[in-house]
């Protein structure tokens, strides 16, 4: 008997990748320059071959339909589509088409996300997300795999976690472009906003029927922020201040058009942006953990993310935090009231296996109480299929249902996938 009681059996249930991080071979990216600038990724690794996902297409697509998963979120890779400006390479929008029927043909819905961290090496020489023609160019893109891709897909997601570009590209060096200036972060967080919404509208402007209408939304990073010491102002007031900034800023301009980044003497963004203004058919949440926010006004790091004392961690040393989900979902519902909601990633590194299993329960136990408690949510996606290219953890993170056997990239079940294939079997009973 399923241990979930309010999930419909028409749950969604799915797991999500990136195209970076399993297709491999895609050295026209800006993130190839980057992982092959020494030191930028751990042990050394690179991406070259990944899980050389077209290759064992088969296999991965015969792995989904094993799961019982009825959907699958993946990423077209905008480096291998327009390879040089304005010139589309229809042979690779053709692979994706391929892999679309396939899907299909299994059973499986796609959801589609159109920008999952990487650019082609000519938008990062125009400055990426700091040029002024990056959203116009976002949009071209979209049509043109739109207009392709056609009504094969329903859900769309335009941007995955845009803020987590902006913490580890402009706050820090661990992705690209690798500025660590806090006073960096205003336009770039404008002209995401900018694409996201010429894409939804681009979407909808294509593909809107009589019979049919895609759904579009966009992949949102929410972690926790809570104060170190709970009655230690300093840190309630950065953790509040990281939670204005990294988690509501961006939603909140998809809902009144204005995107407002402000924090004294440091930086103030104020943009009014209307054509984002209800360009979200669903929230998409990827959620993972939370921080503890401690200051230290004279320490080498002033502010400072730390777990909680004695807490359960994975392996990249997040904490393990279900009950932040709870907090997450409630926070949504009171922001945007009726929006349909979709779990668009929530996963675990944990190369030993022994912790995945409790940790895709319980978070799912949280999305079930809500469900009874009146919440729209509508799907679950865990991250993800196999161990892949964790960027600037390289192979070292195993988020994985499936490990890679060394050698022939050969997929092999992990107990938790096991697992995870019993849970939804009891759902759909």
């Known amino acids: 008997m399923s241990i979930l009681k309010a999930l419909p059996r028409d749950f969604h249930f799915g797991v999500a990748t990136s195209a970076y991080q399993i297709e491999g071979h895609n050295e026209n990216s800006d993130w190839w320059r980057w992982e092959n600038t020494p030191g930028k990724i751990k042990n050394g690794d690179t991406s070259l071959v990944a899980t050389d996902s077209w290759a064992h297409l088969d296999e991965d697509i015969a792995n989904l339909k094993w799961l019982g998963v009825d959907f699958y979120r993946f990423s077209v890779e905008w480096a291998k589509i327009e390879p040089q400006e304005g010139r589309f390479d229809e042979a690779m929008i053709d692979r994706y088409v391929a892999e679309i029927e396939r899907l299909k043909a299994a059973g499986i819905e796609p959801m589609i996300t159109l920008y999952h961290f990487t650019f082609p090496g000519w938008v990062a020489e125009k400055g990426g997300w700091d040029w002024n023609g990056l959203p116009k160019a976002f949009e071209r893109f979209t049509e043109k795999v739109v207009s392709q891709i056609g009504p094969r897909v329903r859900m769309w997601i335009t941007l995955n976690e845009p803020m987590t570009i902006i913490a580890a590209g402009y706050l820090s060096d661990v992705f690209p472009p690798g500025k660590n200036d806090l006073r960096s972060i205003g336009a770039p967080m404008t002209h995401m906003v900018q694409a996201h919404a010429l894409a939804y509208h681009a979407i909808h402007r294509l593909l809107d029927s009589d019979g049919f209408r895609p759904e579009v939304g966009l992949a949102h990073h929410l972690r926790n922020f809570d104060a170190f010491h709970r009655l230690n102002p300093l840190d309630r007031y950065a953790a509040r201040k990281f939670d204005q900034i990294f988690n509501w800023a961006i939603p909140n301009a998809l809902s009144s058009g204005v995107l407002l980044v402000k924090l004294p003497f440091l930086i103030r963004t104020r943009a009014w942006i209307p054509e984002a203004i209800g360009t979200q058919d669903f929230f998409g949440l990827n959620y993972y953990s939370r921080d503890r926010v401690q200051v ?12 909680t004392p004695g807490a359960p961690v994975q392996d990249l ?15 949504i519902q009171v922001i945007f009231p009726g929006m349909p909601i979709w779990i668009t990633e929530n996963g675990i590194a944990d190369r030993t296996d022994e ?21 729209p949510i509508r799907g679950y996606a865990y991250w993800t299929l196999n161990d892949n290219f964790e960027w600037a953890e390289g192979y070292s993170a195993q988020f994985g249902l499936f490990s890679l056997e060394p050698g022939t990239l050969k997929r092999i079940p992990r107990p938790s996938a096991f697992d995870y294939r019993a849970l939804i079997e009891s759902v759909r009973k």
């Open 317 to 331: 040393g997040w904490e393990i935090y279900p009950d932040g989900m709870r907090r997450m979902l409630d926070r």
């Open 296 to 307: 230290r006004p004279f320490s080498h790091e002033p502010i400072e993310r730390r777990t």
């Open 355 to 375: 912790k995945r299993t409790g940790f895709i329960r319980d978070h799912l136990a949280i999305v079930d109480q809500e469900i009874q408690n009146g919440a």
